[in-house]
């Protein structure tokens, strides 16, 4: 069998990004709404054994990365156990987690135990107060000390999620730079994308000024990050610090893009910024084969988008982050 998941433009799909659940304990002001309660239903998300029979269908496809999103995945109960089963499946040599940090204390010893490598943490301010605005809940604690047990846990690579705001909190960025040199985290920053009435009201901020300006401050040259994804890199010379932007509207990566997301309820979307998508979920459940869901992510694929329309038509994509782990 040919293990080389392509897509219609030639662009090999090796990237799963994996929601566990919709559900979030924080309600930042990008993302859901305060009040919100369209969560999908329990009865409806994929189960563990599910979740273990697609990934393996994955891995058979060439895919060999798996990242474990939410909403919030720590909610979900008994993540560790999946973690394991999914670090187990021949093929996948990359499991990674994005978190919000609140659960992460007391799980960051048994995710790494699991096989969990490397771990995304998203934190947009180091103000207390400024946090608690913008995440509406005052977190900031629990996810410091997250961020140290993750540091006890020896994850091959912690990194620092920063969506930069205009007028929010791009006055921070040169401290959450020497807060990640100073703990020995990579920083991302992340220009704010226009999904849901939450993204669109986000106060966007070119990030590419703010790669020239962190560039003059620190000394910052050209660097790479082996696996990382869409960010591109700065470093210190000595390379023991790296800051990534990940630039969906100022400068878009869509002709490199080797990812697909699979939301709790087995939906498959294919792009960020476009509505295509194919449910796997009543295959799944109605008796289909390994070979027939082979089949129908193979025909998913092809349909992968070649771009996003964040810029055009930012109005266009009606659905939350939460909804499929960004």
């Not at 630039?247 to 878009?252: A, C, E, F, L």
């Not at 084969?289 to 109005?315: C, G, M, W, Y």
Request: charge should be positive; charged fraction near 25%.
């Amino acid at each position: 069998m040919n293990k080389n998941l392509m897509d219609s433009f030639g662009r090999r799909i090796d990237y799963l990004r994996l929601s566990v659940t919709d559900r979030c304990d924080l309600r930042c002001t990008y993302c859901i709404p305060r009040g919100f309660k369209g969560f999908e239903e329990p009865g409806n998300w994929l189960t563990f054994d599910e979740i273990e029979r697609l990934v393996f269908v994955f891995a058979g496809l060439g895919v060999n990365k798996v990242r474990l999103t939410g909403g919030e995945p720590l909610l979900r109960r008994g993540l560790p156990r999946l973690a394991a089963r999914l670090s187990n499946i021949d093929g996948i040599n990359d499991l990674s987690l994005s978190t919000n940090g609140t659960q992460l204390a007391r799980h960051a010893a048994s995710l790494r135990k699991a096989g969990v490598a490397r771990i995304n943490v998203s934190l947009d301010s180091l103000d207390r107060s400024r946090f608690q605005r913008i995440a509406g809940r005052d977190a900031l604690p629990h996810i410091l000390e997250g961020l140290q047990e993750a540091k006890a846990a020896r994850f091959e690579l912690v990194k620092i999620n920063m969506v930069a705001m205009r007028g929010v909190n791009d006055d921070e960025i040169e401290n959450m730079v020497m807060f990640c040199m100073e703990h020995g985290f990579t920083l991302r920053l992340i220009e704010a994308m226009p999904m849901g009435d939450t993204g669109r009201s986000a106060r966007y901020l070119d990030l590419q000024p703010v790669r020239r300006r962190l560039q003059a401050r620190f000394g910052l040259v050209d660097g790479v990050m082996p696996g990382g994804g869409p960010a591109r890199y700065l470093q210190t010379t000595d390379g023991q610090f790296k800051v990534g932007f990940i630039t969906p509207i100022s400068q878009h990566f869509c002709a490199t893009c080797n990812r697909v997301r699979l939301a709790v309820d087995g939906t498959l979307h294919l792009c960020l910024g476009q509505e295509h998508q194919h449910r796997l979920q009543p295959l799944l459940r109605g008796g289909a084969t390994d070979i027939e869901l082979e089949q129908a992510v193979r025909s998913a694929i092809v349909a992968k988008p070649e771009r996003h329309d964040f810029r055009n038509r930012p109005q266009k994509i009606v659905r939350f982050m939460s909804s499929l782990g960004g």
